[in-house]
């Protein structure tokens, strides 16, 4: 039997608020990459590691707070515990593979597409994993075509972010691209969700647990990691302004600006002094 879904059971308010996270994550983990073509080689795989996981929470947590409001009409929806902590782990994982490779090799050329790809197959692994996660009395069925256009979807976005993190033209150049990563993210989310429909079985409902008994862990862990990679971004002042935190060579202390003008050193004037006093007093003297 074919069930009726709803995804906007709270109206817009679950596709705003995801929204937000997937800004909110998107801007913290483009800062992040940003700082880390910045800075030295030593700090670079900290900030890397941390832009991952920002952008992996913040999709992780877009995607669940979308999926509050989505119901199936005569059908309670539970969730895998596992299945659905092993989307966030794939999330980041795979998010940061994007992520290094862009922050060591830059955001140009091959090194920009393969993070990019990478990146968006993070993101649209996620995202069904997720599904996978879904306990119903039911199946689900995907339409291909709508499938493939969400995944092309979330490369495109990642690839672009990127792109703009390698820019490093200031705040509000990242700004503009976690608006536009964010609003590509959600815009996936609910293309997958178009290609969705739900089968219906009889019998008896199916166990697992419920949206109410993940919600606490689900949403609380990765939000408060996203508070505290902001505070990070926040008391980092060169990170929030998009200042690099070296300085060039004219401006660093004991190394010249330009290269030094040849100058005759001391020992050379000391030697001209000596061949002229040892010349002169060879010269015969009248007695």
Not at 61 to 76: C, E, R
Not at 135 to 147: E, H, I
Not at 180 to 196: F, P, R, W
Request: proline residues 6%; contains cysteine; glycine residues 14%.
């Amino acid at each position: 039997m074919q069930g009726t879904v709803d995804g906007f059971s709270y109206g817009l308010v679950t596709p705003l608020v995801a929204y937000l996270m997937a800004c909110l994550g998107g801007a913290l983990g483009l800062r992040c990459t940003t700082r880390a073509l910045l800075v030295a080689q030593s700090w670079r795989p900290g900030w890397l590691a941390l832009g991952s996981a920002a952008i992996g929470s913040g999709i992780w947590t877009m995607h669940f707070i979308a999926m509050i409001g989505f119901t199936v009409d005569g059908a309670p929806i539970h969730y895998d515990k596992p299945m659905t902590y092993a989307s966030l782990g794939v999330a980041i994982v795979m998010v940061g593979v994007g992520i290094f490779i862009v922050g060591y090799r830059g955001a140009k050329g091959t090194a920009l597409f393969t993070g990019g790809t990478i990146t968006g197959l993070g993101i649209a692994s996620m995202h069904y994993l997720g599904m996978a996660g879904m306990r119903f009395n039911g199946s689900l069925q995907y339409n291909t075509f709508t499938v493939a256009t969400s995944v092309a979807i979330a490369m495109a976005a990642a690839t672009a972010a990127l792109w703009a993190a390698g820019q490093v033209r200031g705040f509000l150049w990242s700004v503009g691209a976690s608006l536009i990563m964010g609003l590509a993210v959600t815009g996936m989310h609910y293309t997958g969700m178009a290609a969705l429909s739900v089968h219906l079985h009889t019998g008896a409902p199916t166990a697992g647990d419920s949206p109410a008994a993940l919600l606490a862990p689900m949403l609380i862990g990765p939000l408060a990691f996203l508070c505290l990679a902001g505070v990070v971004v926040m008391f980092d002042p060169l990170m929030v302004m998009g200042k690099p935190d070296w300085t060039p060579a004219d401006h660093k202390p004991g190394v010249p600006a330009h290269p030094p003008a040849p100058h005759p050193s001391r020992r050379s004037e000391l030697r001209g002094r000596r061949k002229v006093t040892h010349r002169e007093s060879r010269t015969p003297q009248n007695r």
